[in-house]
């Protein structure tokens, strides 16, 4: 458990080569088996670890045996050894068809093949793309993307390391609890099954979840021997430094070509945006949307060589059919790390299809086949019945989440929009220039990347239409990002950072041409271009600093659990047997007393009051010892102590309040009996209760 004030950042690097060793090392062996050069696979790392993690988790679970280092690699060698004798029966099969072949007299002929040559103009593949093992990268290369994950890391690391000063701490917001605490039940079980992961919260401890974050970090805690917190603040470090800019690298490569010239600017546009990755290390705080955004590069890189044959470009990363089958199989990972992933590579991949239907129809033009017609109806009928489904099935919750109305006027809103400065964030210019000059980049040198702008522009405009508009109508379109600015920014940062990519990589090709003939040209014009960058910008990290800062260090009103407050619930925990259940006001902080000290909770977070037991006790748990059925209510529910006392969160309103009046009456009323007092809170035991 939590003990706070004693774990620096210096003190968990090993837990740091854990969470990076968890995150890649299955994924990596599991996408070289599926046949990815070894960069491509460091990129789809991440993703498929995920994926493999939570499956094991899931079997585990089923046969009734304990999550943890044992069982993470059982289940990993095991997916490991099913991709080794699939591999080897299909290379024998096509042995065999190969001999049938030749014994015919015809050359086996493989129209799946990505490893022929691609047609090259001005020394990359035409319109932008690569194939799958164009110009395997040289040490130069590997040289470059190493220092440039090292920049990465460090960049990311500074920030959050300057900001926190610990790895036990945490941002103050609401749903922080929540992702803390589900990680540390998990743990406690030893079980990170996530048709089991809402057992946290709900009143008969199951129930299922997307919960791929939780369950990456209650691994890591129970691997490396961490409490969960510092196990979260590692994993959300390697993440965002590591696997995120990684994502970024391999689906810029399969885009603008496989070289050092788009290895090095992509890396360094992966942290230059406040908006992603940090904006979503305070806020919420959105844990699992950091993580699910981080892992979309990888799916959107295998659709784009799912949806090569399409668009008439090299496949890249893998060959069309194996790469569809392993979106579909890691879609897994990507939903459960965050269901707002899945409906964002939704939308790239319909904006994707569409337009590459578009222009398969005007390459058909005039022919008058049945086939170009088919393809022109399909390019009508994909956005439409998308958006009619998108339209019917919308949940009423999402719909209705927010406050509705404009946050800004109409010009402030422009300008965070072509600013890349949501929410009081810093502006950024320079990025917006670098991404204007991108779009003009994408449509003279990498035309089959279309789909980039249109995208950028498309979450733009959400975001205007949310910060701006916000009426019911813009909800039908902003709904699956809960009708909120943060996320739209977020999710955008994605084709901005492509489109900052290809003006960076612009600028490596007009550097390397003052030296064409020497061979390492590229990659010291890479060097220069992204030190300048990042001189210019100093990394943006005294901006990004800023955005954080409010959430780890809040004032009164904005704070859940000050060090002090943990403090002393940690003393708490020490007094509390372990099967007893503690009823506290959530909007008081005294529900990270499970943080803490592991002691449960009868409300666990202000969004679990639950009708029944919990909603009752909450409102008349002080009248225990004069009414019979808050008595059997909290024998029940095993609630034998109660915690009072501690200032609300700013955004608990009177009548969220009230619903509590029965936990914070227990100071005083009879059949409680005070234990201890620390900090600005008093621990009560109930010592009667009426029959």
Not at 368 to 379: I, K, M
Not at 443 to 457: E, F, L
């Amino acid at each position: 458990m939590l003990s706070p004030g004693v774990t620096t950042w210096g003190d968990v690097v090993p837990v740091l080569l854990v969470a990076a060793t968890v995150l890649f090392v299955p994924g990596v062996v599991s996408a070289r088996l599926a046949g990815l050069a070894w960069l491509s696979a460091l990129g789809m790392a991440p993703l498929v670890s995920t994926t493999i993690l939570l499956a094991g988790g899931v079997v585990t679970a089923m046969a009734g045996r304990p999550w943890g280092l044992p069982a993470l690699v059982a289940s990993t060698v095991a997916v490991w050894l099913v991709q080794a004798l699939a591999l080897g029966a299909g290379r024998i099969r096509k042995g065999q068809q190969g001999r049938s072949r030749l014994r015919g007299g015809r050359l086996p002929l493989d129209w799946g093949r990505t490893d022929r040559p691609s047609t090259e103009v001005a020394g990359r593949p035409e319109g932008g793309g690569t194939t799958a093992s164009a110009s395997r990268p040289g040490l130069g290369e590997w040289l470059v993307l190493l220092a440039s994950l090292s920049v990465t890391s460090l960049a990311v690391a500074v920030v959050l390391i300057h900001v926190s000063g610990s790895p036990e701490a945490f941002p103050q917001h609401p749903d922080t609890i929540f992702h803390l605490g589900d990680a540390q039940w998990m743990a406690e079980r030893r079980d990170i099954s996530i048709l089991h992961a809402a057992g946290f919260i709900s009143t008969s401890g199951a129930g299922a979840y997307p919960a791929a974050f939780h369950a990456m970090t209650a691994t890591i805690a129970l691997v490396a021997g961490v409490p969960v917190v510092v196990a979260t603040s590692c994993f959300v470090l390697v993440v965002a430094g590591v696997a995120w800019p990684m994502a970024l690298v391999v689906l810029a490569r399969s885009l603008f070509g496989a070289r050092p010239g788009v290895t090095a600017p992509a890396a360094a546009a992966s942290v230059l945006f406040t908006a992603f990755p940090f904006m979503l290390m305070g806020f919420g705080v959105l844990w699992p949307s950091l993580f699910g955004e981080a892992l979309l590069p990888a799916s959107l890189a295998l659709g784009a060589a799912a949806l090569s044959p399409l668009a008439r470009i090299p496949a890249p990363i893998a060959r069309p059919w194996p790469a569809a089958a392993l979106l579909g199989v890691t879609l897994l990972g990507l939903t459960a790390a965050h269901p707002n992933a899945l409906l964002t590579l939704m939308h790239f991949g319909v904006i994707a299809l569409t337009g590459a239907l578009a222009i398969s129809v005007w390459r058909l033009r005039g022919n008058g086949s049945r086939r170009s017609a088919a393809v022109a109806v399909a390019a009508v009928a994909i956005p439409v019945l998308f958006a009619v489904v998108l339209t019917a099935l919308r949940p009423a919750t999402m719909v209705r989440t927010g406050a509705p109305g404009p946050e800004l006027s109409a010009w402030s809103a422009l300008g965070d929009t072509v600013l890349f400065a949501p929410r009081d964030a810093g502006w950024l210019p320079l990025l917006s220039v670098l991404a204007a000059v991108g779009v003009v980049v994408v449509a003279r040198h990498h035309r089959t990347a279309w789909w980039v702008p249109v995208s950028g522009a498309y979450f733009a405009v959400l975001f205007f239409l949310n910060v701006a508009v916000d009426n019911p109508v813009t909800r039908y379109l902003t709904w699956p990002w809960f009708n909120n600015a943060v996320r739209l920014a977020a999710f955008g940062v994605l084709p901005a950072a492509l489109l900052v990519t290809a003006t960076g990589l612009l600028a490596v090709d007009l550097l390397a041409r003052l030296r064409p003939r020497w061979r390492h040209a590229e990659v010291v014009a890479s060097v220069l271009v992204v030190g300048v960058l990042l001189g210019l910008t100093r990394g943006y990290v005294p901006a990004h600093e800023r955005w954080l800062y409010r959430y780890f260090h809040p004032d009164t009103a904005h704070s859940w659990a000050s060090p002090q407050e943990l403090a002393a619930l940690h003393r708490f925990g020490r007094l509390i047997p372990p099967g007893a259940v503690t009823a506290a006001n959530p909007w008081n902080g005294g529900t990270y007393l499970y943080v803490v000290s592991g002691r449960r909770l009868l409300v666990p977070t202000e969004k679990s009051l639950a009708k029944g037991d919990r909603a009752f006790l909450a409102a008349n748990l002080d009248h225990a010892a004069s009414d019979p059925l808050v008595c059997a209510a909290a024998r029940r529910q095993h609630v034998e102590y109660a915690i009072v006392g501690g200032r609300p969160f700013a955004w608990g309103t009177p009548a969220s309040l009230a619903l509590y009046r029965g936990i914070d009456g227990v100071a005083g009323a009879p059949g409680f009996t005070q234990v201890a007092a620390a900090g600005p809170y008093r621990l009560y035991r109930v010592t009667g209760c009426a029959s």
